[in-house]
Structures are given as C-alpha cells and as structure tokens.
T-cell receptor
Framework: DAKTTQPNSMESNEEEPVHLPCNHS???????IHWYRQLPSQGPEYVIHGLTSNVNNRMASLAIAEDRKSSTLILHRATLRDAAVYYCILNTGNQFYFGTGTSLTVIP | KAGVTQTPRYLIKTRGQQVTLSCSPI?????VSWYQQTPGQGLQFLFEYFSETQRNKGNFPGRFSGRQFSNSRSEMNVSTLELGDSALYLC???????????????FGAGSRLTVL
C-alpha cells in the first residue's frame, strides 16, 4: 500500500497561515495527492487534490514538491472551525490510502 | 442535492451477532466505498463497489462482506461480531473531478458500532 507520513499534531494561532506537511516517498507516477479533514463526530470532508502542479481552491492551497515525494497543505488564515484531523492521502485508481492524519489545534 | 446517508447512526450488538449497515450514495454516484475507523488503526479501506460489482477489497477477514444494489445503494455485513469490530464504519460515494479526472470521495457521517 502507498503510504503517507504526517506529524501527529500541530498548533496554529487563529488568523495565521498553517502549513501542514506530508511525506509520500513511495508515490507512483499516476497517484493523485488528496487532502481530507475530519471534524469531530463527522465523516471526512474533501479539501483539495493535485497531481503535479500546485493547486488552489476556496478552502486551501496544495504545494507539491518537484519530485512529488512530499506536499504541503496551506490554510491561509486559520479559523477555529479549521480545527480538525487532516489526512494526506494517495489515490490510486479507486483506492484511497489514508495515513494517520495531523490533528490541528487552532488557538484563539 | 442530498449527501451520503448512512443508517443506523448508532448501534450496539453483542459478540457473535451479525450486523448490517446501509449506505445511500449521492444521486448519480455509482461507486460506493466502505471504511472502518478505529482509534488504534485509523481509517482502513474495506471494499469498493461499482455498478453492483466489487472492484476492490481491503485486507479484512471474510466476516466482512458487502453488496450494492441496482440503485447504487450499498450494504455491508459483519458476521460473528468480535469486540475488535467496534468502530465507526464510513461509507463514501465518489465523483470524478472534471478538471483532473481524479476520483473524489464524499463521506457519510458514519455508523458507530459498539460490540459488547
């Protein structure tokens, strides 16, 4: 199984940018990099995905290293509602390999 | 558009019993995946169905099974329940992002199973 490695936890101050790192050294050429987040008592929620180029959407930005062995999810201004577990996932075909996730705490 | 609906949300069973969980995907989504989430193992892939056929299967014993109906609704069954089967069972339906061609998952809220 393709694996991802993330820090167990991170903290950020409210309204500051947050950079959540992910390593995926075994990524194959056709794997997409996805990020999902899970709020308490909810299922995971899609955040963003990319293949090779950096991506932006209304929720976040995804920066992908040139060798694709790592990526960073960027939340531009953290809010209290962004406190969640963030999962970095490699997507091969119809299979999604979830890592252990990073628990993000946002400090008011 | 209604989201992914899972029923029941909570249930309690005893060891040895069997359980059936239901998932209704977003209308028009034909792929349904199931995941098990536990504190110790995190999110683990169980299986994926597309057009009533199981396309992929994770590394779970045969006690875990599933099926998909012609309307894309899916059920999963766990027989001879063990204490370790206590978990949050998540269902997701997938859609294809037009910009990239990647599959994207939409999850339900899950069914929390407690085995006593």
């Amino acid at each position: 199984d393709a694996k991802t490695t993330q820090p167990n936890s991170m903290e950020s101050n409210e309204e500051e940018p947050v950079h959540l790192p992910c390593n995926h050294s075994t990524i194959s050429g056709t794997d997409y990099i996805h990020w999902y987040r899970q709020l308490p008592s909810q299922g995971p929620e899609y955040v963003i995905h990319g293949l090779t180029s950096n991506v932006n959407n209304r929720m976040a930005s995804l920066a992908i290293a040139e060798d694709r062995k790592s990526s960073t999810l960027i939340l531009h201004r953290a809010t209290l509602r962004d406190a969640a577990v963030y999962y970095c996932i490699l997507n091969t075909g119809n299979q999604f390999y979830f890592g252990t996730g990073t628990s993000l705490t946002v400090i008011p | 558009k209604a989201g992914v609906t899972q029923t029941p949300r909570y249930l309690i069973k005893t060891r040895g019993q069997q359980v059936t969980l239901s998932c209704s995907p977003i209308s028009g989504h034909r792929s349904v995946s199931w995941y098990q989430q536990t504190p110790g193992q995190g999110l683990q892939f169980l299986f994926e169905y597309f057009s009533e056929t199981q396309r992929n299967k994770g590394n779970f014993p045969g006690r875990f099974s599933g099926r998909q109906f012609s309307n894309s609704r899916s059920e999963m069954n766990v027989s001879t329940l063990e204490l370790g089967d206590s978990a949050l069972y998540l269902c997701a339906s997938s859609w294809t992002a037009l910009s990239s061609g990647a599959n994207v998952l939409t999850f339900g809220a899950g069914s929390r199973l407690t085995v006593l």
